[in-house]
């Protein structure tokens, strides 16, 4: 049986899916849709590009793009930033392991009980701190940040760090269902430019985070406006996929990262 050709999806356009050293502008397209798609922090464009806020650019202009030894080096600083805590963590233990001395007197708290006989009360545990499941994925918090799922849906696909790896997770639904932000937070892109995402939503939370919300139905948002955490921001739909779905991504600095380490 011949199998028919159904189209790239958004793997094919995601990742680094821009390799030149320049872009022209299409109609449509913002500077953050435009680093989304170089996988670079928009703020690095900017300053490439001389453009401040609001980022305003035009069809037709062209920008020139971070090199792939730049967007590589933007990368490592995130790696660096988690790796660098973990090794500070572990230098930090074996230090005071070594101060300590070899035995040590166990903490125990006594208690009479009615028998004259003592009970031990133990010490409370502290739980270990938690490593990243990649030193490519930085360990950083935002505690000004209140973050909530986009939809309590099904997940259909999660998060991958393979190199065509799926950069965000995919979520079941119905047509119609209602896409929520995840933070609270200025619309940034409405539009259907990038191809692979159609209907896509991008929110800026501060300058380190980006949220997307991509295939959508029906877009309840504008540009530039302010929305809160939970507020019903697209409806879902199959626009540029095969099926019902809503394709979710989590930015830090352009780079995407796992959503479920920051999501309740």
């Known amino acids: 049986m011949t199998k028919l050709y159904t189209g790239k999806t958004f793997e094919d356009f995601e990742s680094n899916s821009l390799h030149t050293d320049s872009y022209t502008v299409e109609k449509g397209e913002t500077l953050y849709s435009i680093a989304f798609r170089a996988n670079t922090d928009v703020r690095e464009l900017a300053q490439l590009n001389n453009l401040s806020e609001p980022y305003t650019i035009f069809p037709g202009q062209s920008l020139t793009l971070p090199d792939s030894d730049s967007r590589r080096r933007t990368g490592d600083r995130s790696s660096s930033l988690a790796s660098s805590s973990s090794n500070k963590n572990a230098n930090s233990q074996s230090q005071n392991a070594l101060s300590k001395p070899v035995a040590k007197p166990s903490h125990k708290e006594y208690v009479a009980n009615k028998g004259n006989q003592k ?58 269902d209602a896409v929520k932000a995840a933070a609270a937070g200025k619309v940034v892109y409405v539009g259907s430019a990038l191809r692979g995402f159609g209907r896509l939503i991008i929110l800026k ?56 380490r920051y999501l309740p």
């Open 205 to 260: 939370h501060n300058d380190d985070y980006i949220t997307a919300y991509a295939h959508n139905e029906e877009l309840l948002v504008k540009e530039q406006q302010w929305v809160d955490v939970g507020q019903t921001i697209a409806t879902m739909g199959d626009s540029d996929a095969q099926r019902v779905q809503l394709h979710f991504e989590l930015r830090f600095r352009g780079k995407s990262v796992n959503p479920k």
């Open 119 to 176: 009970s031990i009360k133990k010490q409370p545990h502290k739980s270990a701190v938690s490593l990243p499941e990649s030193a490519q994925e930085p360990q950083i918090r935002n505690a000004d940040i209140e973050w909530q799922w986009p939809t309590e849906n099904a997940i259909l696909e999660g998060f991958s760090l393979a190199e065509r790896g799926n950069k965000g997770i995919n979520f079941a639904g119905q047509r119609g």
